[in-house]
Protein backbone atom coordinates (compact mmCIF):
# COMPACT_ATOMS: atom_id res chain seq x y z
CA UNK A 1 0.00 0.00 0.00
CA UNK A 2 1.05 3.45 -0.78
CA UNK A 3 2.53 6.01 2.31
CA UNK A 4 1.99 9.68 1.25
CA UNK A 5 4.46 12.39 2.80
CA UNK A 6 2.01 13.22 5.67
CA UNK A 7 1.90 9.98 6.33
CA UNK A 8 5.42 9.21 6.13
CA UNK A 9 6.22 12.50 8.66
CA UNK A 10 3.97 11.06 11.46
CA UNK A 11 5.42 7.41 11.20
CA UNK A 12 8.30 9.00 11.39
CA UNK A 13 7.71 11.39 14.37
CA UNK A 14 5.80 8.52 16.11
CA UNK A 15 8.85 6.13 15.34
CA UNK A 16 11.15 8.33 17.12
CA UNK A 17 8.41 8.83 20.47
CA UNK A 18 9.73 5.00 21.54
CA UNK A 19 5.90 4.67 22.65
CA UNK A 20 6.34 7.03 25.80
CA UNK A 21 4.60 9.97 24.74
CA UNK A 22 0.74 10.42 23.68
CA UNK A 23 -0.55 11.89 20.40
CA UNK A 24 -0.94 15.04 22.49
CA UNK A 25 2.47 15.36 23.09
CA UNK A 26 3.22 15.05 19.26
CA UNK A 27 0.43 17.40 18.02
CA UNK A 28 2.25 20.20 20.55
CA UNK A 29 5.50 19.61 19.02
CA UNK A 30 4.30 19.35 15.16
CA UNK A 31 1.90 22.70 16.36
CA UNK A 32 5.54 24.64 17.83
CA UNK A 33 4.36 24.60 21.28
CA UNK A 34 7.02 26.44 23.19
CA UNK A 35 6.13 24.89 26.38
CA UNK A 36 8.57 23.42 28.78
CA UNK A 37 7.69 19.67 27.81
CA UNK A 38 7.37 20.35 24.17
CA UNK A 39 10.75 21.50 23.74
CA UNK A 40 11.79 18.74 25.87
CA UNK A 41 10.21 15.92 24.06
CA UNK A 42 11.48 17.68 20.45
CA UNK A 43 15.00 17.64 21.85
CA UNK A 44 14.78 14.12 23.83
CA UNK A 45 13.32 12.47 21.01
CA UNK A 46 15.21 13.80 17.43
CA UNK A 47 11.90 15.70 17.07
CA UNK A 48 13.82 19.12 16.20
CA UNK A 49 12.75 19.27 12.71
CA UNK A 50 9.14 18.77 13.01
CA UNK A 51 8.91 21.43 15.88
CA UNK A 52 5.91 23.85 14.09
CA UNK A 53 6.31 22.43 10.78
CA UNK A 54 3.43 19.97 10.71
CA UNK A 55 0.50 22.70 11.64
CA UNK A 56 -2.19 20.85 10.29
CA UNK A 57 -5.68 21.15 12.11
CA UNK A 58 -6.51 19.45 15.21
CA UNK A 59 -9.41 17.83 13.25
CA UNK A 60 -6.65 17.22 10.20
CA UNK A 61 -4.39 15.39 13.06
CA UNK A 62 -7.26 13.32 14.15
CA UNK A 63 -8.10 12.17 11.36
CA UNK A 64 -4.77 11.27 10.01
CA UNK A 65 -4.00 9.38 13.29
CA UNK A 66 -7.34 7.43 12.64
CA UNK A 67 -6.64 6.60 9.12
CA UNK A 68 -3.09 5.47 10.68
CA UNK A 69 -4.85 2.85 13.29
CA UNK A 70 -7.32 1.48 11.00
CA UNK A 71 -4.63 1.02 8.75
CA UNK A 72 -3.17 -0.96 11.69
CA UNK A 73 0.03 0.71 10.75
CA UNK A 74 -0.08 1.97 14.34
CA UNK A 75 -1.77 1.36 18.11
CA UNK A 76 -3.17 4.62 19.63
CA UNK A 77 -3.42 4.10 23.62
CA UNK A 78 -2.41 6.12 26.60
CA UNK A 79 0.77 6.41 23.73
CA UNK A 80 1.76 6.02 20.39
CA UNK A 81 3.42 3.09 18.54
CA UNK A 82 4.19 1.29 15.28
CA UNK A 83 2.99 -1.62 14.76
CA UNK A 84 4.83 -4.34 12.92
CA UNK A 85 3.74 -3.02 9.56
CA UNK A 86 4.71 0.77 10.45
CA UNK A 87 7.85 -0.17 11.60
CA UNK A 88 8.51 -2.25 7.75
CA UNK A 89 7.17 0.69 5.99
CA UNK A 90 9.20 3.12 7.93
CA UNK A 91 12.33 1.14 7.11
CA UNK A 92 11.76 0.68 3.54
CA UNK A 93 12.88 3.72 3.05
CA UNK A 94 16.40 4.84 2.58
CA UNK A 95 15.92 8.01 3.67
CA UNK A 96 14.25 9.75 6.54
CA UNK A 97 11.48 12.37 5.36
CA UNK A 98 11.62 14.44 8.54
CA UNK A 99 15.24 15.49 9.06
CA UNK A 100 14.88 17.77 6.00
CA UNK A 101 11.86 20.08 7.74
CA UNK A 102 14.14 22.60 9.24
CA UNK A 103 11.80 22.98 12.47
CA UNK A 104 15.00 23.46 14.18
CA UNK A 105 15.51 26.90 12.65
CA UNK A 106 12.62 28.18 14.28
CA UNK A 107 10.74 29.44 11.63
CA UNK A 108 13.48 31.16 9.71
CA UNK A 109 12.92 29.53 6.32
CA UNK A 110 9.33 30.29 6.29
CA UNK A 111 9.82 34.17 6.79
CA UNK A 112 12.57 33.99 4.55
CA UNK A 113 10.09 32.53 1.95
CA UNK A 114 7.54 34.99 2.83
CA UNK A 115 10.26 38.17 2.67
CA UNK A 116 11.83 36.63 -0.65
CA UNK A 117 8.10 36.09 -2.46
CA UNK A 118 6.64 39.85 -1.39
CA UNK A 119 10.16 42.07 -2.21
CA UNK A 120 10.11 40.00 -5.56
CA UNK A 121 6.82 40.49 -6.27
CA UNK A 122 6.89 44.16 -5.24
CA UNK A 123 9.65 44.95 -7.52
CA UNK A 124 8.29 43.19 -10.62
CA UNK A 125 5.32 45.27 -10.21
CA UNK A 126 7.04 48.56 -9.36
CA UNK A 127 9.14 47.99 -12.25
CA UNK A 128 6.12 47.13 -14.71
CA UNK A 129 4.07 50.12 -13.09
CA UNK A 130 1.36 47.24 -12.15
CA UNK A 131 -1.01 47.26 -8.88
CA UNK A 132 -0.80 44.35 -7.20
CA UNK A 133 -2.43 42.40 -4.19
CA UNK A 134 0.13 41.21 -2.08
CA UNK A 135 0.96 37.67 -1.91
CA UNK A 136 2.36 38.35 1.53
CA UNK A 137 -0.69 39.99 4.04
CA UNK A 138 1.38 39.64 7.23
CA UNK A 139 1.93 43.27 8.80
CA UNK A 140 5.09 42.30 9.90
CA UNK A 141 6.26 40.97 6.29
CA UNK A 142 4.78 44.23 4.79
CA UNK A 143 6.47 46.33 6.99
CA UNK A 144 9.87 44.63 6.57
CA UNK A 145 9.84 44.94 2.58
CA UNK A 146 8.65 48.78 3.12
CA UNK A 147 11.87 49.19 4.98
CA UNK A 148 14.29 47.60 2.77
CA UNK A 149 12.54 49.10 -0.66
CA UNK A 150 14.45 52.43 -0.23
CA UNK A 151 18.08 50.41 0.22
CA UNK A 152 17.48 48.77 -3.11
CA UNK A 153 18.79 51.67 -5.77
CA UNK A 154 18.73 49.54 -9.26
CA UNK A 155 15.68 47.68 -8.77
CA UNK A 156 16.07 45.55 -11.93
CA UNK A 157 19.86 44.92 -11.33
CA UNK A 158 18.86 43.42 -8.15
CA UNK A 159 16.01 41.10 -9.58
CA UNK A 160 18.32 39.92 -12.17
CA UNK A 161 21.25 39.15 -9.26
CA UNK A 162 18.68 37.41 -7.27
CA UNK A 163 17.46 35.24 -10.25
CA UNK A 164 21.00 34.29 -10.81
CA UNK A 165 21.48 32.71 -6.90
CA UNK A 166 18.38 31.79 -7.23
CA UNK A 167 19.33 29.31 -10.90
CA UNK A 168 22.56 28.51 -8.90
CA UNK A 169 20.30 26.95 -6.06
CA UNK A 170 18.50 25.37 -8.04
CA UNK A 171 20.56 23.59 -10.33
CA UNK A 172 21.57 21.72 -6.96
CA UNK A 173 18.01 20.53 -6.56
CA UNK A 174 15.73 17.11 -7.94
CA UNK A 175 13.83 18.95 -11.39
CA UNK A 176 10.50 18.22 -9.26
CA UNK A 177 12.08 20.68 -6.55
CA UNK A 178 13.21 22.82 -8.46
CA UNK A 179 10.15 23.42 -10.39
CA UNK A 180 7.76 23.70 -7.23
CA UNK A 181 9.69 26.64 -5.44
CA UNK A 182 10.29 28.58 -9.55
CA UNK A 183 6.37 28.05 -9.99
CA UNK A 184 6.02 29.45 -6.50
CA UNK A 185 7.44 32.19 -7.01
CA UNK A 186 6.79 33.14 -10.93
CA UNK A 187 3.95 35.04 -12.51
CA UNK A 188 3.86 38.83 -12.47
CA UNK A 189 0.93 39.03 -10.30
CA UNK A 190 1.56 36.14 -8.01
CA UNK A 191 3.23 32.58 -7.93
CA UNK A 192 1.43 29.26 -8.07
CA UNK A 193 -1.09 28.54 -5.43
CA UNK A 194 -0.69 24.95 -3.59
CA UNK A 195 -3.75 23.53 -5.05
CA UNK A 196 -2.67 24.89 -8.90
CA UNK A 197 0.67 23.31 -8.22
CA UNK A 198 -1.10 19.94 -6.93
CA UNK A 199 -2.83 19.65 -9.47
CA UNK A 200 -0.15 19.96 -12.08
CA UNK A 201 1.97 17.33 -10.38
CA UNK A 202 -1.04 14.82 -9.92
CA UNK A 203 -0.71 14.70 -6.06
CA UNK A 204 -2.58 16.11 -2.80
CA UNK A 205 -2.08 19.82 -1.72
CA UNK A 206 -0.67 18.42 1.53
CA UNK A 207 2.23 16.31 -0.45
CA UNK A 208 2.65 19.46 -2.49
CA UNK A 209 3.16 21.22 0.21
CA UNK A 210 5.72 19.23 2.42
CA UNK A 211 7.46 18.59 -0.72
CA UNK A 212 8.13 22.46 -1.09
CA UNK A 213 9.12 23.23 2.45
CA UNK A 214 11.87 20.42 2.42
CA UNK A 215 12.61 21.58 -1.28
CA UNK A 216 13.09 25.53 0.26
CA UNK A 217 14.71 23.89 3.26
CA UNK A 218 17.38 22.48 1.08
CA UNK A 219 18.06 26.22 -0.64
CA UNK A 220 18.46 27.77 2.83
CA UNK A 221 20.75 25.03 4.28
CA UNK A 222 23.10 26.51 1.02
CA UNK A 223 22.94 30.12 1.31
CA UNK A 224 26.89 30.47 1.66
CA UNK A 225 26.32 30.32 -2.49
CA UNK A 226 23.08 32.89 -2.52
CA UNK A 227 24.37 36.30 -0.62
CA UNK A 228 21.64 38.39 -1.75
CA UNK A 229 19.41 35.73 -0.69
CA UNK A 230 21.23 35.39 2.80
CA UNK A 231 21.06 39.54 3.13
CA UNK A 232 17.21 38.78 3.76
CA UNK A 233 17.48 37.18 6.81
CA UNK A 234 20.73 38.59 8.15
CA UNK A 235 18.36 40.07 10.99
CA UNK A 236 16.35 36.80 11.60
CA UNK A 237 16.97 34.47 14.62
CA UNK A 238 17.26 31.15 14.89
CA UNK A 239 17.79 29.87 18.33
CA UNK A 240 15.80 27.10 19.92
CA UNK A 241 15.97 28.75 23.42
CA UNK A 242 12.72 30.92 23.94
CA UNK A 243 13.10 34.46 24.81
CA UNK A 244 12.36 34.16 28.24
CA UNK A 245 14.65 31.87 29.11
CA UNK A 246 17.25 33.81 26.88
CA UNK A 247 17.16 36.45 29.11
CA UNK A 248 17.50 34.30 31.77
CA UNK A 249 20.52 32.77 30.66
CA UNK A 250 21.93 36.28 29.94
CA UNK A 251 21.32 37.14 33.91
CA UNK A 252 23.25 34.07 34.79
CA UNK A 253 25.57 34.64 32.57
CA UNK A 254 26.45 37.92 34.47
CA UNK A 255 26.89 35.87 37.78
CA UNK A 256 23.52 36.14 39.47
CA UNK A 257 22.35 33.89 41.51
CA UNK A 258 19.68 31.58 40.17
CA UNK A 259 17.33 33.27 43.22
CA UNK A 260 18.10 36.28 42.34
CA UNK A 261 17.11 35.42 38.33
CA UNK A 262 14.29 34.15 39.44
CA UNK A 263 13.17 37.03 42.40
CA UNK A 264 14.15 39.86 39.84
CA UNK A 265 12.43 38.68 36.80
CA UNK A 266 9.43 37.11 39.49
CA UNK A 267 9.60 33.92 38.56
CA UNK A 268 7.91 30.92 39.83
CA UNK A 269 10.00 27.64 40.75
CA UNK A 270 8.54 25.94 38.49
CA UNK A 271 9.08 28.31 35.65
CA UNK A 272 12.67 28.89 36.65
CA UNK A 273 13.37 24.90 36.58
CA UNK A 274 12.15 24.81 33.04
CA UNK A 275 14.07 27.92 32.40
CA UNK A 276 17.35 26.08 33.62
CA UNK A 277 16.38 22.68 31.77
CA UNK A 278 15.92 24.71 27.88
CA UNK A 279 19.11 26.10 28.89
CA UNK A 280 20.68 22.59 29.36
CA UNK A 281 19.34 22.00 26.39
CA UNK A 282 20.70 24.47 24.29
CA UNK A 283 23.49 26.82 25.40
CA UNK A 284 26.64 25.54 24.53
CA UNK A 285 28.32 25.30 28.47
CA UNK A 286 26.01 24.77 31.54
CA UNK A 287 26.88 24.11 35.20
CA UNK A 288 25.45 20.76 35.47
CA UNK A 289 27.42 19.87 38.64
CA UNK A 290 26.05 23.24 40.32
CA UNK A 291 22.60 21.37 40.16
CA UNK A 292 23.46 17.74 39.79
CA UNK A 293 26.77 15.82 41.82
CA UNK A 294 28.13 13.90 39.48
CA UNK A 295 27.36 10.13 40.69
CA UNK A 296 23.98 10.80 40.13
CA UNK A 297 24.30 12.23 36.85
CA UNK A 298 25.78 8.95 35.61
CA UNK A 299 23.28 6.58 37.61
CA UNK A 300 20.68 8.53 35.41
CA UNK A 301 22.53 8.53 32.14
CA UNK A 302 23.01 4.66 32.70
CA UNK A 303 19.49 3.83 33.70
CA UNK A 304 17.96 6.02 31.03
CA UNK A 305 20.71 4.06 28.25
CA UNK A 306 19.56 0.12 30.09
CA UNK A 307 16.43 1.02 30.00
CA UNK A 308 16.36 3.35 26.43
CA UNK A 309 14.15 5.64 27.60
CA UNK A 310 13.52 8.97 28.19
CA UNK A 311 10.26 8.85 31.09
CA UNK A 312 11.05 10.58 34.16
CA UNK A 313 8.85 8.55 36.01
CA UNK A 314 10.44 4.77 34.34
CA UNK A 315 13.89 6.36 35.33
CA UNK A 316 12.76 7.67 39.04
CA UNK A 317 11.12 4.65 39.68
CA UNK A 318 14.84 2.66 39.12
CA UNK A 319 17.02 5.49 40.67
CA UNK A 320 19.11 4.15 44.29
CA UNK A 321 19.85 7.63 45.35
CA UNK A 322 16.98 10.62 45.34
CA UNK A 323 16.81 12.43 42.37
CA UNK A 324 14.38 15.30 41.63
CA UNK A 325 12.08 15.20 38.74
CA UNK A 326 14.30 18.22 38.17
CA UNK A 327 17.61 17.08 37.95
CA UNK A 328 16.74 13.93 36.17
CA UNK A 329 15.54 16.37 33.02
CA UNK A 330 18.83 18.75 33.30
CA UNK A 331 20.72 15.56 33.03
CA UNK A 332 19.15 14.22 30.03
CA UNK A 333 19.10 17.40 28.85
CA UNK A 334 22.31 17.96 28.84
CA UNK A 335 23.36 14.23 27.95
CA UNK A 336 21.46 14.66 24.66
CA UNK A 337 22.97 17.65 22.94
CA UNK A 338 26.54 16.64 24.37
CA UNK A 339 25.53 13.06 22.32
CA UNK A 340 26.03 11.17 25.67
Not at 16 to 32: A, I, P, W
Request: charged share 25%; hydrophobic share 40%; proline share 2%.
Amino acid sequence: MEVSLLERIFLESIQRLRNERSDRSLYHVFQGKKSATSLQDAHFYDLESTFGTVTVSKQRFESILTELAEKQWIERQETLRLTNEGTRLVGQSSSVVIDQLGGELRGYAEMMWKRLSLLVQTLICLEAKQPFIPVQQETIVREWVKSVLPTISNRSNWLHDMHQELIRLFERLPEREATLISYRLSGVQAGWSYPQLAHMMKVDVETVQFEFTIAWRKCIADLEKAPLLKQIGADLHTSKMTQSAQTTWELLQQGISVEDVAIRRRLKNSTMEDHLVEIAMYASSFPLDHFVIPAQQEEIRRISQQLETYALKRIKSDMQTDASYFQIRLVLARSKWEGI
